[in-house]
């Protein structure tokens, strides 16, 4: 497509210290709380973390769907292909939304009309955002069901949501999705409720489309086993913070986070006999409306210290595409070059 | 199959759970399979971990051991007793010694209740304990789950996720029963809150020597806490051998697929290794495909696929699978579909299986 020119050398969005927080009866919830990253063009990021940390307020803010009130995004930039999209006007970043980028989520059903024909919904986005006529319009719905993969797709046209199976549901909404060829697609949870050979269809799709497309996507998931096969760049967050980024080999190979560790400690290897204790992260996710001082992982780090307890953790450089939140950053590094090595 | 040995807790003979659909005036009734012909052994002792895709019939399996769900045929054998055909007040004896743990901590607690009453209905229902002696019994199981005997005057919504599934596990320990039915019991739990229950778990089963039938669709939960597994495929089982066997040397086409689909948690593996995409989805157990359930996807699936049922037998050493285009002198399909071997295996035609 020549339409795709972009100056900024490659990178398509970029999110600099994004705050959105939320009013509740327990006070200002800081859902996510000055996070930073950039996405390359072409490049899949992961971004990991259990709920409540924040992944995905942080993708709804950049599709600027932020319920407000009560949320509201307090601060920070966030700019799309040189477009600063906090200052666009509603309209505008509706013209964006579903053309320029897309989402999916984990369940389809939230997000498909029960009661039209899968065939008048995705005709509307086309009609809407590239002026498809009628005919226009149902050729390309029918081309984008077959890309896909829907077996029958002519047939299918005309079915409603509630008549396709879970994964089938998904691909219409990915469908939907990338109807427009859009540059930057945000798939939360995309597998979550399929099983897993569903979902191994799923990721393929994923894979595959955007290796034909150059489509940038961010994908959003607790499950370290989907982002190892799929990404270029891992985020971890915790408690609306990045905790830890990294290219994707070095952050599964070379931890410099505690709370990075720890994840991947626990996940259970098939490699490994069965019956051996499980490393687990001790305590319960964080209520991000009460954070304690300090770090707000430390009740449930196994290398605490006083400092921990006192001193907000600095954000620091392992090496240019690597930092970790951690007062202990480089002595959590050092300790998994030396695991490392020792396997 | 039946090796009923003294080692055998539960032994499942041709266990069938059909349900019947709509059927009117003019209308047939459709008969749903669910659970169609079950057998397998569960060891004191052991963990039998039972994986299979949604709509695969694992949940019901579980619920119709513990009568939850009315089998509609074959046995339940536990201490010399049919539990399949026992009436409800015989039932309500064993309920004691068999407790099951769900899925959804949210849904399967009564919000109303606090959690002392939670946990010590049953302890009151089968006279355990009474009076204030309750109370004390009720912290000391909350202690042995992990969480403080303070909060026993709470409600259900006052916890978190992880927690809710801890009183679940104390509310069934209560009873001190000998078998738990786990059905998906991390599945709706963070990452970091899984290894606690499967460590929980773990614990539990070494101090109170319990037995698990351990139901999930997670296979690297299942192979962790395993030491047999059975895999389930539209209401039938389809492989069952020891935790390890089944995941590095799966047999019937489906597992080596299911297995195949697990996604690694390692960059290095994953960026090099195979995997089998299946094509289509889980066909509807309304109308389930005669003959090999899994024809319908399966790759090596030849026309005897079609018409004949295949018997889940021993492959290799207490290996069982079921597939016509393996035995025990050739049990690797892709070897055999590259030979041009076709129906080799143990099965029943049309006429015998109707």
């Given at each position: 497509?020549?339409?795709?020119?972009?100056?900024?050398?490659g990178?398509?969005?970029?999110?600099?210290?994004?705050?959105t927080?939320?009013q509740?009866?327990?006070?200002?919830?800081?859902?996510?709380?000055?996070?930073?990253?950039?996405?390359?063009?072409?490049?899949?990021?992961?971004?990991?973390?259990?709920?409540?940390?924040?992944?995905?307020?942080?993708?709804?803010s950049?599709?600027r769907?932020?319920?407000?009130?009560?949320?509201?995004?307090?601060?920070?930039?966030?700019t799309?292909?040189?477009t600063d999209v906090?200052?666009?006007?509603?309209?505008?970043?509706?013209?964006?939304?579903?053309?320029?980028?897309?989402?999916?989520?984990?369940?389809p059903?939230t997000?498909?009309?029960?009661?039209l024909?899968?065939?008048?919904?995705?005709?509307?986005?086309?009609?809407?955002?590239?002026?498809?006529?009628?005919?226009?319009?149902h050729?390309?719905?029918?081309?984008?069901?077959?890309?896909?993969?829907?077996?029958?797709?002519?047939?299918?046209?005309?079915?409603?949501?509630?008549?396709?199976s879970?994964?089938?549901?998904?691909?219409?909404?990915?469908?939907?999705?990338?109807?427009?060829?859009?540059?930057?697609l945000?798939?939360?949870?995309?597998?979550?409720?399929?099983d897993?050979?569903i979902q191994?269809?799923?990721?393929?799709?994923?894979?595959?489309?955007?290796?034909?497309?150059?489509?940038?996507?961010?994908?959003?998931?607790?499950?370290?086993g989907?982002?190892?096969?799929?990404?270029?760049?891992?985020?971890?967050?915790?408690?609306?913070?990045?905790?830890e980024?990294?290219p994707?080999?070095e952050?599964f190979?070379?931890?410099a986070?505690?709370?990075?560790?720890?994840?991947?400690?626990?996940?259970?290897?098939?490699a490994?006999?069965?019956?051996?204790?499980l490393y687990?992260?001790?305590?319960?996710?964080?209520?991000?409306?009460?954070l304690?001082p300090?770090?707000?992982?430390q009740?449930?780090?196994?290398?605490?210290e006083?400092?921990?307890?006192?001193?907000?953790?600095p954000?620091?450089?392992?090496?240019?595409?690597?930092?970790?939140?951690?007062?202990?950053?480089d002595?959590?590094?050092?300790e998994s070059?030396?695991?490392k090595?020792?396997? | 199959?039946?090796?009923?040995?003294?080692?055998?807790?539960?032994?499942?003979?041709?266990?069938?759970?059909?349900?019947?659909?709509?059927?009117?005036?003019?209308?047939?009734?459709?008969i749903?399979?669910?659970?169609?012909?079950?057998?397998f052994?569960?060891?004191?002792?052991?963990?039998?971990?039972?994986?299979?895709e949604?709509?695969?019939?694992?949940?019901t399996?579980g619920?119709?051991i513990?009568?939850?769900?009315?089998?509609?045929?074959?046995?339940?054998?536990?201490?010399?007793?049919?539990?399949?055909?026992?009436?409800?007040?015989?039932?309500?004896?064993?309920r004691?010694?068999?407790?099951?743990?769900?899925?959804?901590?949210y849904?399967?607690l009564?919000?109303?209740?606090?959690?002392?009453?939670?946990?010590?209905?049953?302890?009151?229902t089968?006279?355990l304990?009474n009076?204030?002696?309750?109370?004390t019994?009720?912290?000391?199981?909350?202690?042995?789950?992990?969480?403080?005997?303070?909060?026993?005057?709470?409600?259900?919504?006052?916890?978190?996720?992880?927690?809710r599934?801890?009183?679940?596990?104390?509310?069934?320990?209560?009873?001190?029963p000998?078998?738990?039915?786990?059905?998906?019991?991390?599945s709706?739990?963070d990452?970091?809150?899984?290894?606690?229950?499967?460590?929980?778990?773990?614990r539990?089963?070494?101090?109170?020597?319990?037995?698990?039938?351990?139901?999930?669709h997670d296979?690297?939960?299942v192979r962790?806490?395993?030491?047999r597994?059975?895999?389930?495929?539209?209401?039938?089982?389809?492989?069952?051998?020891?935790?390890?066997?089944?995941?590095?040397?799966?047999?019937m086409?489906?597992?080596?697929?299911?297995?195949?689909a697990?996604?690694?948690?390692?960059?290095?593996?994953?960026a090099?290794?195979?995997?089998?995409?299946?094509?289509?989805?889980?066909?509807?157990?309304?109308?389930?495909?005669?003959?090999?359930?899994f024809?319908?996807?399966?790759?090596?699936?030849?026309?005897?696929c079609?018409?004949?049922?295949?018997?889940?037998?021993e492959?290799?050493?207490?290996?069982?699978?079921?597939?016509?285009?393996i035995?025990?002198?050739?049990?690797?399909?892709?070897a055999?579909?590259?030979?041009?071997?076709?129906?080799?295996?143990?099965g029943?035609?049309?006429s015998?299986?109707?």
């Amino acid at each position: 497509m020549m339409a795709a020119f972009h100056m900024n050398n490659g990178t398509i969005l970029s999110v600099k210290d994004l705050r959105t927080y939320f009013q509740t009866e327990d006070g200002v919830v800081k859902a996510v709380d000055g996070i930073s990253f950039e996405l390359k063009k072409g490049e899949t990021l992961g971004i990991v973390g259990e709920s409540g940390s924040g992944k995905s307020v942080t993708n709804l803010s950049v599709m600027r769907l932020i319920p407000e009130p009560p949320g509201k995004i307090v601060s920070g930039e966030i700019t799309f292909d040189s477009t600063d999209v906090c200052a666009l006007p509603l309209d505008e970043m509706r013209m964006i939304r579903g053309k320029r980028m897309a989402m999916i989520f984990q369940d389809p059903m939230t997000s498909l009309n029960p009661f039209l024909k899968i065939s008048t919904q995705l005709m509307e986005v086309t009609q809407l955002h590239l002026g498809h006529n009628k005919k226009q319009a149902h050729a390309h719905a029918l081309k984008m069901l077959k890309t896909v993969g829907i077996p029958d797709a002519e047939a299918r046209l005309d079915n409603y949501p509630h008549e396709f199976s879970g994964g089938m549901r998904q691909r219409v909404m990915i469908a939907m999705a990338l109807s427009c060829d859009p540059e930057l697609l945000i798939a939360d949870e995309p597998t979550t409720a399929l099983d897993v050979t569903i979902q191994a269809q799923i990721l393929e799709l994923i894979k595959d489309l955007k290796s034909r497309m150059g489509t940038s996507v961010i994908l959003i998931t607790h499950d370290l086993g989907v982002v190892a096969g799929m990404t270029e760049n891992i985020i971890v967050m915790y408690a609306g913070k990045v905790f830890e980024q990294a290219p994707t080999r070095e952050l599964f190979a070379t931890p410099a986070n505690p709370y990075t560790k720890g994840l991947l400690k626990s996940v259970p290897d098939p490699a490994h006999e069965q019956g051996k204790e499980l490393y687990q992260i001790p305590g319960l996710p964080p209520d991000v409306a009460r954070l304690p001082p300090g770090c707000p992982f430390q009740e449930r780090c196994y290398r605490v210290e006083d400092i921990c307890r006192r001193e907000f953790p600095p954000f620091v450089r392992i090496n240019d595409d690597h930092h970790s939140l951690c007062h202990f950053a480089d002595e959590v590094y050092a300790e998994s070059i030396q695991e490392k090595a020792a396997k | 199959m039946s090796e009923t040995n003294g080692n055998t807790l539960i032994s499942l003979q041709d266990l069938k759970v059909h349900y019947r659909l709509g059927g009117g005036l003019f209308t047939e009734a459709k008969i749903v399979k669910a659970v169609d012909g079950v057998s397998f052994d569960i060891l004191r002792g052991e963990t039998l971990g039972l994986v299979g895709e949604s709509g695969c019939g694992k949940s019901t399996l579980g619920k119709s051991i513990l009568r939850l769900t009315e089998p509609t045929g074959g046995k339940v054998l536990y201490h010399g007793n049919d539990l399949a055909v026992l009436s409800q007040s015989a039932m309500r004896d064993h309920r004691k010694n068999l407790q099951m743990i769900f899925q959804d901590p949210y849904a399967s607690l009564n919000p109303r209740m606090t959690v002392g009453n939670i946990i010590g209905e049953p302890i009151r229902t089968f006279g355990l304990a009474n009076g204030g002696s309750v109370d004390t019994k009720v912290q000391d199981l909350m202690e042995t789950v992990g969480l403080s005997r303070r909060f026993i005057k709470r409600y259900p919504h006052e916890f978190s996720g992880g927690q809710r599934q801890r009183i679940g596990i104390a509310r069934a320990l209560a009873v001190d029963p000998e078998f738990i039915v786990a059905d998906e019991p991390i599945s709706a739990l963070d990452v970091s809150i899984q290894a606690q229950i499967m460590n929980l778990m773990e614990r539990l089963q070494a101090q109170k020597n319990l037995t698990y039938l351990f139901i999930s669709h997670d296979l690297r939960a299942v192979r962790h806490l395993s030491d047999r597994v059975a895999v389930m495929y539209l209401g039938k089982i389809v492989e069952l051998a020891g935790g390890r066997e089944t995941y590095a040397d799966p047999l019937m086409p489906y597992t080596i697929a299911l297995i195949s689909a697990v996604p690694v948690p390692d960059p290095e593996i994953e960026a090099t290794r195979e995997r089998i995409i299946l094509t289509g989805d889980v066909p509807s157990p309304i109308n389930p495909p005669f003959g090999c359930p899994f024809h319908t996807r399966c790759g090596y699936a030849i026309e005897e696929c079609k018409q004949i049922v295949p018997s889940l037998v021993e492959i290799k050493p207490r290996h069982l699978a079921a597939c016509i285009r393996i035995n025990a002198e050739h049990p690797q399909i892709e070897a055999n579909a590259a030979a041009g071997m076709g129906a080799i295996g143990e099965g029943k035609g049309i006429s015998e299986a109707l």
